[in-house]
């Protein structure tokens, strides 16, 4: 797991860009898996720009994201899909119909988990897993539990993320009980992995998560045993990390 502090979000932002680019411009057709909520904006809004001043083409590119609110549609403000598409998908170039949102729909929602699963499989895989982490440690909708869960699949929001989500709602009555998320294991399936935080509100879980024990109670702490992981933060939600002493 490599760490990379920089000094404000703007700068994480930027990193988190410039390792996008990177994994984009040495995979041909790749396969990006991505996250919605605050944390990617301005990674998002970086990507833009290099595309804008021609640097950078999502024409090949294909993306999953991680997750969706069950019962919102797609055309609906709150939906991840019209977040994606007003931030990210709207304002490249890439193809439509090479970008996956789970299904918001109740309806069948075993089978459009099952057909999520297998349209990453199909693509080949995620290249590249974009992670924003929750208060409570979460990464897609993979709430605090008992155990690691494997595909995608539908959850119970927890009270924290309910609350945490409210103030993109009316109010926290609107906010979605339930949601489609991928599992652990599509995300640790992916070959590389990145995970962005900023703020002090995320330094003591990425302490948690990051250099305590992998427990499922803390699903972010799984990311330990993956081979290919970078972590980017800004000073204050690495505040909380433990520099590790090298002897001379
Ligand atoms: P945030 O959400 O980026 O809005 O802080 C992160 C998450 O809940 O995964």
């Known amino acids: 797991m490599q760490f990379v502090v920089t000094q404000n979000y703007e700068e994480m932002s930027k990193e988190a860009a410039r390792l996008v680019e990177s994994v984009m411009c040495a995979t041909p057709f790749c396969v990006l898996g991505l996250a919605t909520g605050s944390t990617p904006l301005g990674m998002y809004e970086a990507l833009v720009h290099d595309v804008c001043t021609?640097?950078?083409?999502?024409?090949?590119?294909?993306?999953?994201?991680?997750?969706?609110?069950?019962?919102?549609?797609?055309?609906?403000?709150?939906?991840?899909?019209?977040?994606?598409?007003?931030?990210?998908?709207?304002?490249?170039?890439?193809?439509?119909?090479?970008?996956?949102?789970?299904?918001?729909?109740?309806?069948?929602?075993?089978?459009?988990?099952?057909?999520?699963?297998?349209?990453?499989?199909?693509?080949?895989?995620?290249?590249?897993?974009?992670?924003?982490?929750?208060n409570n440690g979460h990464i897609g909708f993979n709430e605090p539990s008992d155990s690691f869960s494997v595909g995608t699949h539908v959850v119970k929001l927890s009270e924290s993320t309910i609350q945490a989500n409210s103030r993109l709602f009316n109010c926290v009555d609107d906010v979605p009980r339930r949601a489609i998320t991928m599992g652990i294991g599509n995300i640790m399936k992916a070959r590389q992995v990145l995970v962005l935080a900023n703020g002090a509100g995320k330094a003591g879980i990425v302490a948690r998560a990051f250099t305590g024990r992998v427990i499922p109670q803390v699903p972010a702490s799984v990311l330990q045993l993956h081979p290919c992981v970078t972590v980017v933060l800004d000073t204050e939600a690495?505040?909380?990390?433990?520099?590790?002493?090298v002897d001379d």
């Open 54 to 134: 021609g640097a950078l083409s999502f024409a090949n590119v294909t993306t999953f994201n991680l997750d969706e609110y069950c019962g919102v549609a797609p055309t609906s403000a709150q939906s991840y899909r019209y977040y994606m598409n007003e931030h990210l998908f709207d304002l490249v170039d890439v193809d439509m119909a090479r970008t996956h949102v789970p299904s918001s729909s109740c309806d069948a929602a075993e089978d459009a988990c099952v057909a999520y699963d297998a349209a990453i499989e199909r693509a080949g895989g995620i290249d590249l897993q974009v992670l924003g982490i929750g």
């Open 238 to 245: 690495a505040s909380e990390l433990v520099p590790v002493k």
